[in-house]
């Protein structure tokens, strides 16, 4: 039997999610387990701490994985596909493009949210339970091993559907265009394609030559992907700048509107929960417009995610 010393936040004790791993693994007669508390920061925000931390040479993509965002964007997507609220004889089939890049410093640490408690429970775990106690195995082990998380872990767990297609090759700053040639034929059987930037939408000062390009999407790269008519989510980041949260979002719809001539204007869902988040949701056909608003009308009124106020429609 092995023994394992684990740190974890103080205000959540034995509450926290690497304790109850740990006790998982303990009363399964795998492990030894003891833990000692760590500081919480004063917004209450748990963070890793650093000796968990995941070490400089990890992606930006990778040490996201299972963080606050991920919960938020993956239960999205498995609502959207049929995997969770009322059942879709015609699901739409899901590829997910990571734009991944090697990048700033490491980050991801927003992982509060599956420390075991009832608030976390009543706010969280209750949207999608299979997706929560996967992602808090995933990151609860991460910090046991001291094993670096990865997105391959999302496609090797089946968080999404099983015919989901992944392209998950790094961004590189020349030959952009090559790039989006193997992802558009790595997921050519799909027909709703997710684009999974770090930041978003790239802003006018950012070229596709720029060093910073891989953690952006630029309008030209949906082009790509236009034929056969395809429907296309978007994550975007809304940073603090100038304005409301709302006003933000009109201005990047209208600005997706106006570059990619869109008839109509995108379908925009907010994620309210720790950091403000956004997914513009552009159907590629009139069936598929159908689709994804009674899926999102659905997820709104009915679902826990919209009930709780974690996504409202703008």
Request: charged share 25%.
């Amino acid at each position: 039997m092995s023994t394992i010393l684990i740190t974890g936040p103080a205000a959540t004790s034995k509450t926290s999610l690497v304790y109850a791993l740990l006790s998982r693994l303990r009363d399964a007669g795998r492990t030894a387990a003891y833990y000692k508390p760590y500081s919480a920061t004063p917004d209450g925000e748990h963070r890793v701490p650093r000796r968990f931390r995941l070490a400089k040479e990890t992606t930006m993509r990778d040490s996201f994985v299972g963080d606050i965002g991920d919960f938020g964007k993956f239960g999205l997507l498995r609502y959207l596909c049929g995997v969770t609220g009322p059942r879709l004889d015609n699901p739409l089939r899901l590829a997910v493009i990571w734009y991944r890049n090697e990048s700033g410093s490491a980050d991801g640490n927003r992982i509060g949210y599956l420390n075991v408690s009832d608030s976390n429970n009543q706010m969280y775990r209750v949207c999608d339970p299979v997706l929560y106690d996967t992602l808090q195995r995933l990151v609860g082990t991460s910090l046991i091993a001291k094993i670096k998380r990865n997105i391959g872990q999302i496609s090797n767990n089946c968080i999404l559907p099983d015919n989901t297609q992944y392209y998950d090759v790094p961004v590189p700053v020349g030959k952009r265009n090559d790039w989006l040639r193997r992802a558009f034929n790595e997921t050519y059987k799909a027909n709703l394609i997710f684009f999974d930037p770090d930041n978003g939408l790239a802003p006018k000062s950012v070229k596709p030559q720029h060093k910073e390009s891989p953690k952006y999407i630029f309008t030209d790269d949906l082009k790509h992907f236009a034929k056969p008519r395809r429907s296309f989510i978007i994550y975007q980041h809304l940073n603090q700048r100038r304005g409301t949260a709302e006003e933000r979002i009109k201005s990047i719809s209208e600005r997706l509107m106006g570059e990619l001539n869109l008839a109509r204007p995108p379908q925009c869902l907010w994620w309210r929960r720790v950091s403000d988040r956004v997914y513009f949701i552009i159907p590629g056909t009139d069936r598929h417009a159908e689709i994804l608003d009674e899926r999102l009308n659905a997820l709104i009124a009915y679902s826990k995610w919209g009930i709780l106020g974690n996504f409202q429609r703008v």
